[in-house]
């Protein structure tokens, strides 16, 4: 099991370009969550997906996007990259049967230059 | 907005010592969880309270929970140096998508 698997791992960006950052899980988990950890910050929810088909959104969802691909997949988008998106972003995964428990992938650490 | 603030936001221990962090938060909670990060590195569950719950051991974590209060601790016995991380409390306020919000903190220093 690979757990929660991210990518890239690192990636810079000039302000404007886009991007898509790619979620995996192979839990079988329902529910999927984007978030982004700033320094001296929590984490916080960008968006998120309760089952296959449908997507909310978060504490912080403005300048993202996301797609639930499919159970497996969950990807976030950032369509016009600026400056204060400059930050790590997490995916995780959860189970409601685990009441909540999420598991989380080793980060994409983004820079916008 | 965050929900949870740990305190304190920084602590320095030697190995063998306990460490305790609290967690306050502000509105209702279904549960909450205590997760480690390690520097650079992803979060990992450490253990879940339910609010019908009071005290959870697990291993050398003890976690207590007072609704009253709107408070938890998470207290680490005979800590390692490998004990040096993040810690982070998270509340969910129920609900079928298990919604998380984060406090910002404890950074935890295990000295050899």
């Known amino acids: 099991n690979a757990g929660v698997t991210q990518t890239p791992k690192f990636q810079v960006l000039k302000t404007g370009q886009s991007m898509t950052l790619q979620c995996a899980q192979d839990?079988?988990?329902?529910?999927m969550y984007w978030y982004r950890q700033d320094p001296g910050m929590g984490l916080r929810l960008i968006y998120y997906s309760a089952s296959e088909g449908t997507t909310d959104k978060g504490e912080v969802p403005n300048g993202y996007n996301v797609s639930r691909l499919n159970k497996r997949e969950f990807s976030l988008r950032l369509e016009s990259a600026a400056p204060s998106q400059t930050s790590v972003y997490f995916c995780?995964?959860?189970?409601?049967?685990?009441?909540?428990?999420?598991?989380f992938g080793p980060g994409t650490r983004l820079t916008v230059l | 907005s965050q929900q949870g603030e740990e305190d304190p936001q920084a602590l320095s221990i030697q190995e063998g010592e306990n460490a305790t962090m609290n967690c306050s938060y502000k509105?209702?909670?279904?549960?909450l969880q205590w997760y480690r990060q390690n520097s650079g590195r992803g979060l990992v569950h450490l253990i879940l309270?339910?609010?019908?719950?009071r005290e959870k051991h697990s291993g050398r974590l003890r976690v207590t929970l007072d609704t009253s209060k709107k408070s938890s601790s998470l207290l680490i016995t005979a800590s390692r140096a490998a004990d040096t991380a993040s810690y982070f409390c998270?509340?969910?306020?129920?609900?079928?998508?298990?919604?998380?919000?984060f406090g910002k903190g404890t950074l935890l220093t295990v000295n050899p």
């Open positions: 998270a509340t969910d306020s129920g609900g079928s998508n298990y919604k998380l919000t």
């Open positions: 839990m079988n988990h329902n529910s």
């Open positions: 995780a995964s959860g189970l409601a049967a685990a009441m909540g428990t999420q598991y």
């Open positions: 309270i339910r609010s019908n719950e």
């Open positions: 509105t209702s909670i279904n549960n």
